[in-house]
């Protein structure tokens, strides 16, 4: 039918992040993974690093050691190792006034001054990395996909080299020249300034790049790698009309909290494992015993468990620095969290907190190390479907300080807004490792087609 009418359907495929801050060294004579200084020439120093500086791989961060029992052949004790690799679609998470549903993401750069404050970039490294991929503010073919935007004249024989004949300010038939207007069209049509998202499809190479001792059999260097491929919840948003005011009134819930909310299970009670501080079963001693918690199963993340004791918000209007806090009254407010003392294992194989995050993908590999060659790799091949009409918000006002009067307040600009309205939330693919560091090779795109 399309064909028929002659409408053809621009698609574009949005790369993907394929190179990665330089978290260790590469340094010929380092015999274990250490934090690349951040002098980026093995002195510690106030020295950054841009695009430029990246690599082609990104390597797994180790997040917990648990001795496990002697060593039967002489040495130290044995220890079980866990690893975290971990990318999370989209643009980079940083911190924010809320607790982050999404894992703290390494910088793409980070400035001398921000680098100062680390002695390498282990120290600022939480073993996730941004993918990009689902918008690009460069990309020209992308922004002339959108209705509400100006069409791409580059190469066109009516605008000079010098640009002199480029767009006017307003010389978009299809699309409304001011706010008002602008507001109107998005009230009647919600979707008229929207682009199709089809899927994200990515390749991971992963290889254990861990090396065997020398007193150690090479039969027993296999490490486990668990998949998980998850996307926060957010929570439902329920409306009600304050009759004694006469007012609208708004509230949901808290997001999750990724490193309290992420997994979940009623075996992990605080009086086992999870916190060896409190003690249960001593009846010499009440060193620590809490007794009115041993039996509690709060959810946990990689490092920490959420408060089970915690904090109610209690606030029926806006509070100056506390964002948005009249939204979520009567609902439990995230904490930082108390550090857990998980195993490797515990933390492994715990349940996804279903409550908080969907799981897209969840399974465990083996992965063999670099001394065993081809069984030291392995390769995964993801797609992520999204198939939604994604809105976005149309153009920028021309003058956004001048909020009211009449005139050029009310004008747009020829720049688009960049955030999607209805994109709930982003893909986080994490790859969890015992005893075996690993590095990942990532290709990939995302498949976008006009509307």
């Known amino acids: 039918m399309l064909d028929a009418l002659d409408i053809h359907k621009k698609t574009i495929k949005l790369q993907c992040n394929e190179t990665f801050p330089k978290v260790y060294s590469e340094a010929g004579n380092v015999t274990e993974v250490t934090g690349e200084a951040t002098g980026g020439d093995g002195t510690a120093g106030g020295t950054g690093y841009t695009r430029a500086d990246h690599v082609n791989y ?8 648990s001795d496990i029992g002697p060593n039967v052949g002489g040495g130290s004790t044995v220890k079980q190792k866990l690893d975290v690799l971990g990318f999370v679609v989209g643009d980079g998470i940083v911190e924010s006034a809320y607790k982050n549903m999404y894992p703290i993401t390494m910088p793409i750069q980070m400035s001398d001054n921000t680098a100062s404050a680390y002695s390498t970039f282990d120290d600022a490294y939480t073993g996730f990395h941004t993918l990009g991929g689902l918008y690009d503010t460069e990309s020209t073919e992308l922004k002339s996909m959108r209705k509400s935007a100006f069409p791409d004249l580059a190469g066109e024989s009516l605008v000079t080299t010098s640009g002199a004949a480029a767009v006017t300010d307003h010389a978009h038939l299809d699309w409304p020249d001011n706010t008002l207007d602008q507001l109107q069209l998005l009230t009647e049509d919600p979707y008229a300034d929207s682009l199709y998202y089809h899927s994200t499809r990515l390749s991971f190479l992963l290889t254990g790049i861990t090396i065997p001792d020398i007193s150690e059999k090479a039969s027993n260097h296999r490490g486990v790698v668990r998949m998980l491929i998850l996307r926060p919840r957010i929570p439902s948003v329920k409306t009600r009309w304050n009759g004694a005011s006469s007012q609208p009134m708004i509230n949901m819930a808290y997001p999750p909290h990724f490193d309290t909310d992420l997994f979940y299970t009623k075996t992990k009670t605080l009086g086992g494992r999870m916190d060896t501080s409190i003690v249960t079963r001593n ?65 492994l194989t715990a349940p996804i907190n279903r409550d908080k995050y969907a799981v897209v993908v969840d399974k465990m590999v083996t992965l063999d190390t670099l001394h065993h060659g081809v069984a030291s790799k392995r390769i995964e091949n993801v797609v992520i479907p999204y198939n939604k009409k994604i809105k976005f918000p149309g153009r920028k006002p021309r003058y956004p300080s001048q909020v009211s009067g009449d005139g050029v307040s009310k004008q747009l600009s020829s720049d688009v807004e960049t955030e999607p309205v209805n994109f709930q939330s982003r893909p986080i693919i994490m790859f969890l490792s015992m005893d075996q560091k690993i590095s990942a090779q990532v290709t990939g795109y995302t498949t976008i087609t006009e509307c």
């Open 58 to 65: 990104a390597v797994s961060k180790e997040i917990r050691s």
């Open 283 to 347: 009846p010499q001693t009440s060193t620590n015993h809490n007794a009115r918690k041993t039996h509690l199963t709060p959810s946990f993340g990689l490092q920490k468990y959420a408060s089970v004791d915690p904090v109610i918000n209690l606030k029926t209007t806006v509070q100056s620095g506390v964002a948005n806090s009249q939204l979520h009254y009567g609902h439990p407010i995230p904490d930082e969290g108390t550090a857990h003392t998980l195993s490797s294992y515990d933390i």
